[in-house]
């Protein structure tokens, strides 16, 4: 079978593989959608400490069983199923106490295991151990599927800044993971949900298909939030993009109590922003931080797909073979796709 393997930061092959044996304890599953995120372009670029080349990359992974081990029951060839990307251990204190998404012993399809661009992949005994394995509901494609674990992660983030009936929400990013920022708002009750980044060629891409309530560039964002909420700032401000700038433009646009999402994480060498502390202690905000998502994030983001709450189907712009998934994490990289996926 033909996987793409990272060998060190700027060395990915496409290359012959022997096709996975699954063990006593494993699922051995056709990988028929990974799609491609912020995160595979980081690693394409820097590696990461968590992979020990070479590996396999991809961990937005949706397919259908192939084979499963001899101690595995309740799944047969041919289910189709989407796969968790984070792993939570599921017997830490963190993890007893059901905050799985910081569990302290985490590891990950594509990092610590082989992931999903390639042809078969082996989903470890550990991901069935804490539910990771989920099927997909009828009527809901492969390609949808995979788009399950980016909008996990953002329904993480969302029900950690309880966004809710009648909020004004700002989304600073227009990505991927900001569209769904918007659309998941949307059907958690927002009363108006605003779409902003610093790319205006990106931004009206994905305006286009979101259909924000604004949308917002320039450098003067916080006026302009200020002006659309009649001087009172939003209820919920969530910083879809590694950016220190934007987490201190949400500070200053949030309005009294309001709640601010740090989603998107800075370059581990620049990790330090200006917080004003008399916004947080006047304005009594809350700033939250958000780190992936949990298996059950992963389950109930598969159903909001299926019940048609969060469309997806059109934030899929690129569909490429495995032999292009270069070209899928250079356009990534671009800012020239909303959500890049790859079909093996």
């Not at 799985?100 to 990092?111: A, D, F, H, K």
């Not at 390639?118 to 099927?135: I, S």
């Not at 299926?306 to 997806?312: I, L, N």
Request: aromatic share 4%; net charge negative; charged share 20%.
């Amino acid at each position: 079978m033909k996987v793409a393997r990272f060998h060190a930061p700027g060395d990915i092959r496409v290359e012959d593989a022997a096709e996975p044996v699954p063990g006593p304890g494993d699922v051995e599953i056709r990988v028929r959608n990974c799609s491609t995120c912020g995160t595979d372009v980081k690693i394409s670029r820097f590696g990461h400490h968590h992979i020990r080349p070479p590996r396999v990359m991809g961990h937005e992974i949706a397919g259908e069983v192939v084979a499963t081990g001899a101690d595995v029951t309740g799944w047969a060839p041919g289910d189709r199923v989407q796969v968790i990307a984070a792993i939570p251990c599921g017997r830490c204190e963190e993890c007893r106490r059901g905050h799985l998404t910081v569990c302290p012993n985490q590891e990950s399809m594509g990092y610590h295991y082989d992931g999903g661009f390639a042809e078969y992949t082996v989903v470890p005994a550990k991901v069935l151990a804490v539910g990771g394995l989920n099927r997909i509901p009828d009527g809901v494609g492969f390609a949808e599927a995979s788009v399950a674990e980016p909008l996990a992660c953002v329904l993480n983030g969302q029900e950690l800044a309880r966004v809710g009936d009648g909020d004004d929400v700002v989304v600073i990013g227009a990505g991927p993971i900001g569209c769904l920022h918007v659309r998941l708002a949307r059907s958690r009750g927002a009363a108006r949900v605003f779409l902003a980044d610093i790319n205006a060629e990106r931004l009206e891409m994905s305006a286009e298909r979101v259909r924000p309530d604004a949308a917002l560039t320039g450098p003067d964002l916080v006026d302009q939030v200020m002006k659309l909420t009649d001087g009172r700032g939003a209820d919920v401000v969530v910083t879809a993009a590694a950016s220190g700038a934007a987490q201190e433009q949400a500070l200053q646009m949030a309005a009294r109590q309001g709640r601010i999402s740090f989603f998107g994480g800075l370059p581990k060498d620049d990790p330090v922003i200006a917080c004003d502390s008399n916004l947080v202690h006047y304005r009594e905000l809350t700033i939250v931080g958000a780190n992936g998502s949990s298996p059950a994030h992963n389950a109930r983001a598969l159903r909001l797909i299926a019940t048609g709450a969060v469309p997806v189907a059109d934030l899929i712009t690129h569909r490429l073979p495995l032999a292009s998934v270069l070209d899928g994490i250079e356009t990534v990289a671009r800012g020239a796709a909303i959500k890049v996926t790859i079909e093996p």
